[in-house]
């Protein structure tokens, strides 16, 4: 068979690696549609993933507007080149390319405020598969897992640490160090949205430097860092997990770090104008397990991060914490091979139901002793 992916980001990349490696193995011809954007093509050339590029794309919303006519020709002209029998992506992108070859979709959603994208993209799609967690019903083609996206690539039956990091990162074996994540908030769903202003950004940084050496991974490429004490993490970007899964703790106003973070057991605040009870339900699973921090505010933020910090044992225990949570959890990898072989049959998918029969509920809890 022969099918198309669409690999927009680097956590596209991610999600569909080992699928898209699995699948080529089988036989089965593979045609990867990458964006260059951010370190996207970087990963698909370290995972040795041939690929073709349809497009560059920056940081901010108008160059995606600005370069979306010459994207979609060039989506055009290949999908139709190649005739896929099945497509697989995120948004508009992969379900237009569909609905020209008249090629089923499937669509592999985590994110809830992207709603211009699910108008534009449900029409053309075979499937739409999201976390149990997702808090919108998106139709009768709606299916749930037991897990999130990032489980593809990280979940403990498939993650094993590639590298040293610490040598790469030119630490010692027993150097503390906090990574931060700060969002450029360029993307159409971030609209209207917000993480850490410019005074922020020096506050966190000078009192986690107190603690620990401090990396940042800075998405605007604009940090200050030669007059703060923070070390840019400039290191390829393939070995981010690594340094997450050793990191004392991850400070992010973005997003899918925090769920990685998460996945590995490393404790992780996130804070950005997103937080609150309408929040994605992802986030708000996680919460709930004790798993990450989600906060409105920059003084809950540094309260929780000098607790975190000042506090021995916390890395082990959100170890413990992840082993019990990750125990149940599907690997949605094997997910997306099946529904390859069965053409995006999802009633052909072992771990997969139809969101409508399910009430929204968070997929596991635990509880602390403290809320008990």
């Known amino acids: 068979m022969r099918f198309l992916f669409f690999t927009n980001t680097p956590a596209h990349v991610h999600l569909y690696k080992h699928a898209v490696a699995t699948l080529r193995d089988e036989g089965h011809e593979v045609s990867i549609l990458a964006r260059d954007y951010g370190c996207t093509i970087d990963l698909l050339d370290w995972y040795g993933l041939s690929?073709?590029?349809y497009g560059p794309c920056g940081t901010t919303r108008w160059s995606l507007l600005r370069r979306l006519p010459e994207h979609y020709a060039r989506?055009?002209?290949h999908a139709l080149s190649f005739d896929p029998d099945l497509?697989?992506?995120m948004g508009a992108y992969a379900a237009h390319a569909g609905a020209l070859t008249r090629t089923p979709v499937v669509l592999v959603l985590d994110s809830e405020p992207t709603g211009l994208d699910h108008t534009i993209s449900m029409p053309f799609a075979r499937t739409i598969v999201t976390p149990m967690a997702f808090r919108k019903d998106l139709g009768s083609n709606h299916y749930v897992f037991n897990g999130f996206k990032e489980c593809a690539y990280l979940h403990p039956n498939v993650y094993e640490p590639s590298v040293n990091v610490r040598k790469h990162l030119d630490l010692t074996p027993d150097e503390r160090y906090v990574?931060?994540?700060?969002?450029a908030f360029g993307s159409h769903h971030d609209v209207g949205h917000g993480g850490f202003s410019a005074d922020e950004r020096r506050k966190l940084i000078t009192q986690l430097a107190e603690h620990a050496t401090v990396f940042v991974s800075d998405e605007g490429e604009d940090f200050p860092f030669d007059s703060l004490p923070a070390r840019p993490f400039d290191i390829h970007p393939a070995l981010l997990h690594d340094?997450?899964?050793?990191a004392s703790l991850l400070v992010a106003d973005t997003q899918t770090m925090v769920t990685e973070a998460a996945l590995l057991g490393t404790p992780?605040?996130?804070?950005?104008?997103?937080?609150?009870?309408?929040d994605m339900g992802n986030f708000l699973e996680l919460e709930e397990n004790n798993l990450v921090y989600n906060l409105r505010t920059f003084e809950e933020v540094?309260?929780?991060a000098e607790t975190v910090l000042s506090q021995s044992g916390v890395e082990r225990e959100w170890e413990r914490k992840r082993d019990r949570y990750v125990s149940e959890l599907v690997n949605p990898t094997k997910t997306i091979t099946t529904l390859a072989v069965e053409a995006?049959?999802?009633?052909a998918v072992e771990n997969l139901h139809r969101r409508s029969m399910h009430e929204q509920q968070p997929i596991r809890k635990e509880r602390s002793p403290q809320q008990k």
């Not at 990574?179 to 969002?183: E, I």
């Not at 340094?243 to 050793?246: H, N, P, Y």
């Not at 992780?268 to 309408?278: H, Q």
């Open 51 to 53: 690929y073709t590029v």
């Open 75 to 77: 989506i055009a002209r």
């Open 87 to 89: 497509i697989f992506g």
């Open 179 to 183: 990574l931060v994540r700060l969002n």
């Open 243 to 246: 340094t997450l899964a050793e």
């Open 268 to 278: 992780a605040i996130r804070s950005n104008s997103f937080v609150g009870p309408e």
């Open 302 to 304: 540094l309260e929780t």
């Open 344 to 347: 995006g049959d999802a009633s």
